[in-house]
Structure formats: structure tokens, C-alpha cells
């Protein structure tokens, strides 16, 4: 199991902005695609944005589409989500993932990540 810890989560008001971080550990991080997904209380977990091993292709939610933004450092072995524009919808546990797979494409279903963080409470207040 890949050592994945997140940080960066809250509490903040609507309206406000937070950035995520996740440290990674023990792969060649810059040959692996990684993944945000998010799960609120009493629903499914779901994909919030992904980024390939080179950073240079990312996907979005739809929901999250012009306010969130994902990014990657190579060299420190970690990647990031800031997030603009909260609203009590985005209000999670936000988990990263790394892609089972190296050097693939990006991936927005959770069945192609096998290592998962134990996730960053984020609340976004009204």
C-alpha cells in the first residue's frame, strides 16, 4: 500500500477558498495519474477532478468546473487542489488517489485508482 496523506481541509465560509494537499510516498510519483474524488454524509463517493503523470491533461466534475483546480509537483511528490467559490454542496471528505497504472491517461471512475488516502474534512458554511 502507497502511503497517500492529505491535508488542508477545514471549515470556511461560503464564498471562501481552501487548497488541498496530498503527499505521496513510496512510487515513482511522477509516472502515476492522480485523482480528487469526494464523499458527503449518506452519499457515494464521487470524482471531483484528475490529473495525468505529466500534468499536462486534467479532468472536472462538472460541479466543480471554474472554481476548482488541480495541479501537480513532480519533484515534490505531491498534488493539490485549490478550490474557489466554496459552497455548502462542496462540503466532504475529500480523498486522493493514485492511478494503478503508470504513464496512463486520465481517469475519472474510481475502479482505475488502487491507492486511496484516508481523506481531509472540508465544510463550507453558509
Known amino acids: 500500500q502507497v502511503p497517500l496523506v492529505e491535508s488542508g481541509g477545514g471549515l470556511v465560509q461560503a464564498g471562501g477558498s481552501l487548497r488541498l494537499s496530498c503527499a505521496v510516498s513510496g512510487l515513482t510519483f511522477s509516472m502515476y495519474g492522480m485523482g480528487w474524488f469526494r464523499q458527503a454524509p449518506g452519499a457515494e463517493r464521487e470524482f471531483v477532478a484528475a490529473?495525468?503523470?505529466?500534468?499536462?491533461?486534467?479532468s472536472y466534475a462538472d460541479s466543480v468546473k471554474g472554481r476548482f483546480t488541480i495541479s501537480r509537483d513532480n519533484a515534490k511528490n505531491a498534488v493539490y487542489l485549490q478550490m474557489n467559490s466554496l459552497t455548502p454542496d462542496d462540503t466532504a471528505v475529500y480523498y486522493c488517489?493514485?492511478?494503478?497504472?503508470?504513464?496512463?491517461?486520465?481517469?475519472?471512475?474510481?475502479?482505475?485508482?488502487?491507492?486511496w488516502g484516508q481523506g481531509t474534512q472540508v465544510t463550507v458554511s453558509s
Open positions: 488517489a493514485a492511478q494503478r497504472g503508470s504513464l496512463g491517461r486520465v481517469r475519472v471512475d474510481s475502479t482505475a485508482y488502487g491507492n
Open positions: 490529473i495525468n503523470w505529466s500534468g499536462f491533461s486534467t
